[in-house]
C-alpha cells in the first residue's frame, strides 16, 4: 500500500490482473501485502503502442471540527483531480481565438455577455444573440 504513496503519478502497461493498487488486507502485513504497487512499476515492460492506466495519487484534508465526536461522518466527501497542461503552450492558446464570448456578472447578478465577432456573418457565427440563464437547464 505505501508503494503507491511514493508517486503522484505513474504510467504502467495495462494487464487484466492489475485491477487495483492496494488491497484492504495489505493493512495487516505491510511488509508483504496482497498487492505489491512495486511490482507493477519494476517490471521494466516496454510501453510503446500499449495500452496504458495512469495510476494517480490523491487525498484531501479533513479539518477536525466539534460536529465529529464521537464518530466523523464523511458521506459527502469526494477527491478528484484534472489533467492540465503545464507549460505546454508559449502562451494562452485563446488568444488566437476569433469569436471570442466572455460571460460575466453586472452588480446585481445578471450576466453580461462581451462578443468580438466578424463584421459580416458567415456560416461559423450565429446572428442570434448569445443568451446565458446562469446554468445548464
Known amino acids: ?22 488491497s484492504l488486507y495489505s493493512q495487516n502485513d505491510p511488509w508483504e501485502p496482497v ?8 517490471d521494466n515492460e516496454k510501453n510503446v503502442n500499449q495500452d496504458l492506466v495512469a495510476w494517480v495519487t490523491v487525498g484531501f484534508l479533513h479539518v477536525p471540527h466539534s460536529e465529529d465526536i464521537p464518530n466523523t461522518a464523511t458521506p459527502g466527501n469526494s477527491v478528484g483531480f484534472f489533467l492540465r497542461p503545464f507549460n505546454f503552450f508559449h502562451e494562452d492558446p485563446s488568444l488566437a481565438s476569433r469569436s ?14 462581451q462578443r468580438w465577432t466578424p463584421d459580416v456573418i458567415g456560416h461559423c457565427v450565429s446572428d442570434q444573440p448569445f443568451s446565458y440563464n446562469g446554468s445548464y437547464a
Do not use: W
Open 35 to 42: 498487492v505489491s504497487f512495486k511490482d507493477y512499476i519494476r
Open 1 to 22: 500500500m505505501l508503494g503507491i504513496f511514493r508517486y503522484c503519478l505513474a504510467v504502467t502497461r495495462h494487464k487484466d490482473i492489475e485491477a487495483s493498487s492496494t
Open 100 to 113: 471570442t464570448v466572455i460571460v460575466r456578472q453586472d452588480q446585481a447578478g445578471n450576466p453580461v455577455i
